[in-house]
């Protein structure tokens, strides 16, 4: 994984390890806290601190090993080709584990002593009902249930004491645990793909739009100067003109920023310098028309995602015709679609002027700068954006995108 990849999983997948201990903390208090429910209706023993410092003495150690048992299912995951052998070192950690809890809770019981018990309420004869008990070994007076040494009763513990009796119950809590960190694992990992697939999709349109730069430069600077060669003699004032527009033109184009989100405004405004300078390569035989609603203007759209549908009108109807003008028509409005505002922007030519059947346009069609579009928009916007492109009945081409409506106030920088 490369050095990028990772601080940018680090950052958006993987959780704060504090955000972590918390959730975890407040799990196990939870269950703690339905452990003192529980034993708060026990009848044969009252609920006080003792009741509290053993049920803390239970589950204190979990809480801390917790944070462990995940590392250990993040470093050894139950995967792979050596999911066997992992699964065995996870199975002897929690025996050993198991054995080391319940030496500790039992220690911590011990130490506190036993629990309070409620006192009857009639007392009784110092020596029973019935007069001193008998000598020898004749029958003892039976005693009633809880009256003996700790341990004869129901117990905090969880069973009787010492460490063994306890190992079923905290076996299973640790592989409780275990499972708990594999599904978070797997959780993680899912989200992990799903944002290394993002991060791809980015960067192959990235790698589409340097695609686009490197077919444009050449293509269209050759187009360009020889157009600026022809006006050199003739015209100074609009070969200065071009050139000013071809300047602020390229380095619009090679700008590393040029994918970023830019206002519609922006955008625009590269579309004129790049049909200023068309429009001089055709001798006037081009025109453009734009029909713009204000409040699109604020409107975001990926960077330089306009020029490669008007350089398809371009070159397949301007360059094609043999007399009279191409008319380039841009438009831009906002749409109702399910109650959702979209921006519907239209690049429309009236054709090269041939008698051509209109052929249906596939999704093929189109050449590489529009197929790169489409590949763009998709990753983008993640399937949220489309291109249309079909025959209008006057032999020309419409291309229709549809974008999200993300509005850019001018107290907000650009993405």
Same mark, same amino acid.
């Given at each position: 994984?490369?050095?990028?990849?990772?601080?940018?999983?680090?950052?958006?997948?993987?959780?704060?390890?504090?955000?972590?201990?918390?959730?975890?903390?407040?799990?196990?208090?939870?269950?703690?806290?339905? +452990?003192? @429910? %529980? #034993?708060?209706?026990?009848?044969?023993?009252?609920?006080?601190?003792?009741?509290? $410092?053993?049920? !803390? /003495? =239970?589950?204190?150690?979990?809480?801390?090993?917790?944070?462990?048992?995940?590392?250990?299912?993040?470093?050894?995951?139950?995967?792979?080709?050596?999911?066997?052998?992992?699964?065995?070192?996870?199975?002897?950690?929690?025996?050993?584990?198991?054995?080391?809890?319940?030496?500790?809770?039992?220690?911590?019981?011990?130490?506190?002593?036993?629990?309070?018990?409620?006192?009857?309420?009639?007392?009784?004869?110092?020596?029973?009902?019935?007069?001193?008990?008998?000598?020898?070994?004749?029958?003892?007076?039976?005693?009633?249930?809880?009256?003996?040494?700790?341990?004869?009763?129901?117990?905090?513990?969880?069973?009787?004491?010492?460490?063994?009796?306890?190992?079923?119950?905290?076996?299973?809590?640790?592989?409780?645990?275990?499972? +708990?960190? @594999? %599904? #978070?694992?797997?959780?993680?990992?899912?989200?992990?793909?799903?944002?290394?697939? $993002?991060?791809? !999709? /980015? =960067?192959?349109?990235?790698?589409?739009?340097?695609?686009?730069?490197?077919?444009?430069?050449?293509?269209?600077?050759?187009?360009?100067?020889?157009?600026?060669?022809?006006?050199?003699?003739?015209?100074?004032?609009?070969?200065?003109?071009?050139?000013?527009?071809?300047?602020?033109?390229?380095?619009?184009?090679?700008?590393?920023?040029?994918?970023?989100?830019?206002?519609?405004?922006?955008?625009?405004?590269?579309?004129?310098?790049?049909?200023?300078?068309?429009?001089?390569?055709?001798?006037?035989?081009?025109?453009?028309?734009?029909?713009?609603?204000?409040?699109?203007?604020?409107?975001?759209?990926?960077?330089?995602?306009?020029?490669?549908?008007?350089?398809?009108?371009?070159?397949?109807?301007?360059?094609?015709?043999?007399?009279? +003008?191409?008319?380039?028509?841009?438009?831009?409005?906002?749409?109702?679609?399910?109650?959702?505002?979209?921006?519907?922007?239209?690049?429309?030519?009236?054709?090269?002027?041939?008698?051509?059947?209109?052929?249906?346009?596939?999704?093929?069609?189109?050449?590489?700068?529009?197929?790169?579009?489409?590949?763009?928009?998709?990753?983008?916007?993640?399937?949220?954006?489309?291109?249309?492109?079909?025959?209008?009945?006057?032999?020309?081409?419409?291309?229709?995108?549809?974008?999200?409506?993300?509005?850019?106030?001018?107290?907000?920088?650009?993405?």
């Amino acid at each position: 994984m490369t050095t990028w990849r990772r601080k940018y999983l680090a950052t958006s997948v993987v959780p704060p390890r504090w955000l972590e201990i918390v959730v975890v903390t407040g799990a196990w208090l939870i269950v703690a806290s339905i +452990a003192l @429910v %529980v #034993r708060a209706l026990d009848p044969e023993h009252p609920f006080t601190m003792h009741t509290i $410092a053993v049920t !803390a /003495a =239970e589950y204190l150690p979990w809480i801390l090993l917790t944070p462990l048992i995940f590392a250990l299912v993040r470093r050894y995951p139950i995967e792979g080709d050596r999911w066997a052998r992992r699964l065995a070192l996870h199975l002897i950690v929690a025996i050993v584990t198991a054995v080391t809890v319940s030496v500790v809770e039992n220690a911590a019981t011990r130490a506190l002593g036993p629990p309070p018990r409620i006192e009857s309420e009639s007392p009784r004869p110092p020596f029973g009902p019935r007069g001193p008990p008998p000598r020898g070994d004749g029958p003892r007076p039976e005693e009633p249930r809880g009256s003996g040494r700790f341990g004869d009763g129901p117990r905090f513990g969880g069973g009787p004491r010492g460490p063994i009796p306890r190992l079923p119950l905290r076996f299973l809590i640790y592989l409780v645990v275990l499972g +708990a960190g @594999v %599904v #978070r694992n797997y959780a993680v990992q899912a989200a992990e793909r799903r944002e290394e697939a $993002a991060a791809l !999709a /980015a =960067e192959l349109s990235e790698a589409r739009l340097r695609a686009l730069r490197s077919q444009l430069n050449p293509h269209f600077l050759f187009n360009a100067l020889n157009a600026v060669s022809a006006l050199a003699g003739d015209d100074p004032a609009t070969v200065r003109r071009i050139v000013a527009r071809l300047s602020s033109l390229l380095r619009r184009v090679l700008d590393d920023e040029a994918s970023r989100d830019v206002r519609l405004a922006e955008e625009l405004a590269f579309l004129r310098d790049y049909l200023e300078i068309q429009a001089v390569r055709f001798a006037g035989r081009l025109e453009f028309i734009e029909t713009i609603e204000p409040d699109t203007l604020s409107v975001l759209v990926p960077g330089l995602i306009l020029q490669p549908i008007v350089e398809n009108s371009v070159e397949h109807a301007a360059a094609r015709r043999m007399a009279g +003008a191409t008319t380039i028509v841009i438009t831009a409005r906002r749409v109702a679609r399910d109650n959702v505002d979209r921006l519907e922007i239209t690049v429309r030519d009236n054709g090269s002027g041939r008698d051509e059947p209109a052929a249906p346009i596939t999704e093929r069609d189109g050449g590489i700068g529009l197929r790169n579009t489409r590949e763009r928009l998709s990753a983008h916007f993640a399937g949220d954006a489309s291109l249309i492109v079909r025959r209008t009945d006057d032999g020309g081409t419409e291309a229709i995108l549809d974008l999200p409506w993300q509005e850019q106030h001018d107290d907000e920088p650009p993405t």
